[in-house]
């Protein structure tokens, strides 16, 4: 009786130790996706800011060419 008590601690302390790893490596990875999906936001956002300053020039230059007509 002894020996299959020590078998199931055993297994159930194999059990936790290898949900711990599969918990630790998943915040690890979803930490990851975090950071690569914010360094996107980040390059997406300089884009737009790009771009509107872009519109923002040709809009004054558009309207400096309708004021001389």
Do not use: F, P
């Not at 302390?13 to 790893?21: H, P």
């Not at 690890?28 to 020039?57: C, D």
């Amino acid at each position: 009786m002894d020996k299959n008590i020590g078998e199931q601690l055993n297994r159930a302390y194999e059990a936790y130790r290898q949900a711990c790893m599969d918990r630790d490596h998943a915040v690890k990875e979803l930490q990851q996706k975090t950071e690569n999906y914010m360094q996107q936001i980040r390059e997406q956002q300089e884009k737009i800011e790009l771009q509107n300053s872009i519109i923002a020039k040709l809009k004054s230059q558009l309207a400096a060419l309708n004021a001389n007509r």
